[in-house]
C-alpha cells in the first residue's frame, strides 16, 4: 500500500513540476495547483494509512486515525481554491497587459511592459503562435 501511495505521488509531483516549466501561463497554473495537490496528498498520507480506526485513541484500542493532518488538509485545500483564482486573474492582467501568455513576456526588453495603444485606447492584436514549443524564447 505504501509504495502505491509512494508512487502516486511522484507522477503528481513529476507532472506538476513538468507543467510549471512550460512557457505559457495556463499550464503553469494547472503544475502549481498540482504541486498544491501533491503536498495535501503528501500530509494526508503522514496520518497513517489505516481503514475503519477511530480518530481518538480509547482503552483497549492499539490504532487510531490522526486527525490533525485531515484538519490541516481540509484547511489547505480551501486556501489552495483561493490562491488558484487569484493566480488565474493575475495571469489574465498580464496577457492584457502584455498581449502575450508566455510566462517571460517583456521581461529583458526595454519598455515591454508599455504597449502603444490606438486612438480608442485599444491594445493592437496579436495572433497566437499554436507551436509554442518552436518559440518559446522568442518574444512578441
Do not use: K, W
Not at 59 to 88: K, N, R, Y
Not at 92 to 120: C, F, N, Q
Amino acid at each position: 500500500m505504501e509504495m502505491l501511495v509512494a508512487s502516486a505521488l511522484a507522477v503528481v509531483v513529476a507532472c506538476g513540476v513538468f507543467l510549471v516549466l512550460r512557457a505559457r501561463t495556463f499550464p503553469v497554473i494547472i503544475g502549481l495547483s498540482l504541486l498544491g495537490y501533491a503536498v495535501n496528498f503528501f500530509i494526508f498520507s503522514m496520518g497513517r494509512l489505516t481503514t475503519n480506526s477511530p480518530p481518538i485513541l480509547r482503552d483497549g484500542l492499539e490504532i487510531s486515525a490522526d486527525p490533525l493532518p485531515q484538519a490541516l488538509v481540509l484547511t489547505a485545500i480551501v486556501i489552495g481554491f483561493a490562491m488558484t483564482g487569484f493566480i488565474v486573474e493575475l495571469a489574465l492582467r498580464a496577457r492584457h497587459e502584455t498581449t502575450s501568455d508566455h510566462v517571460d513576456a517583456g521581461r529583458g526588453v526595454p519598455g515591454a511592459g508599455r504597449i502603444e495603444r490606438d486612438e480608442e485606447g485599444r491594445a493592437p492584436e496579436f495572433p497566437d503562435n499554436e507551436d509554442e514549443d518552436a518559440d518559446a524564447g522568442v518574444m512578441r
